[in-house]
């Protein structure tokens, strides 16, 4: 029923994750209602920039340009090489930076562990960690997984394989967000909040 060009434009943004059929040709016939040419040309453009022009950092698993040694935060001499934060996506790294908290490296597992989706072990950046660790220059891996099954299931496998090593394995602490409320809490982040409690100075 639509011209091909269109369809296609549309299939191609509704494989995106959180874009449904009708927001994909919501954005479609944006484009085409404000017929303008330039901003088409620059999305166009930088889609086929995003993989041509970024890579993997070989270190941490992070993104960076392309053509880089490594990322600018396992380059940056001036960060605690002694502590490594693993988290499960690359995101996670900016969240952790706007904080301005923490100045060690980072490990990017590229996911967690889910046997639902038959993501297992393997298909993580687990085995790379272990060689970091193995190095021998680590004194404290910090676990900051998501508080889902997932990433619970993804600490604790973590912690039993760094288990062998002499190091410190800590878990980002978890409870109540600021400006919450205790009756609009559930109980398990209540509970989290309760065992994570610390001493008033």
């Known amino acids: 029923m639509l011209p091909e060009p269109i369809q296609q ?6 494989r995106l994750p959180g874009i449904g059929p009708k927001t994909a040709a919501r954005l479609v016939f944006y484009l085409l209602r404000t017929r303008d040419s330039d901003l088409s040309k620059k999305l166009a453009d930088s889609l086929l920039n995003l993989i041509s022009g970024t890579d993997t950092c ?4 992070n993104m960076m340009n392309a053509g880089q ?3 600018g935060i396992c380059g940056n001499e001036n960060r605690d090489r ?15 930076e706007r904080t301005s908290g923490y100045s060690g490296l980072y490990h990017v597992l590229h996911g967690a562990l889910s046997p ?7 298909d993580l950046k687990i085995k790379e960690l272990i060689g970091r660790v ?7 891996i910090i676990i900051a997984t998501n508080p889902s099954m997932e990433g619970d299931a993804t600490g604790m496998y973590l912690q039993q394989q760094l288990s062998g090593f002499d190091i410190k394995v800590t878990r980002l602490a978890r409870g109540l967000p600021m400006g919450g409320d205790l009756e609009y809490a559930d109980q398990n982040t209540l509970l989290r909040a309760l065992m994570g409690r610390q001493e008033m100075d």
């Open 58 to 61: 070989p270190v941490c698993f």
């Open 69 to 71: 040694e490594q990322c």
């Open 82 to 96: 002694q502590v490594i934060c693993v988290v499960e996506e690359p995101l996670d790294v900016p969240a952790l």
């Open 116 to 122: 639902v989706e038959g993501i297992t072990p393997d």
């Open 9 to 14: 434009c549309i299939d191609a943004f509704a």
């Open 134 to 140: 193995r190095a021998g220059e680590i004194k404290e």
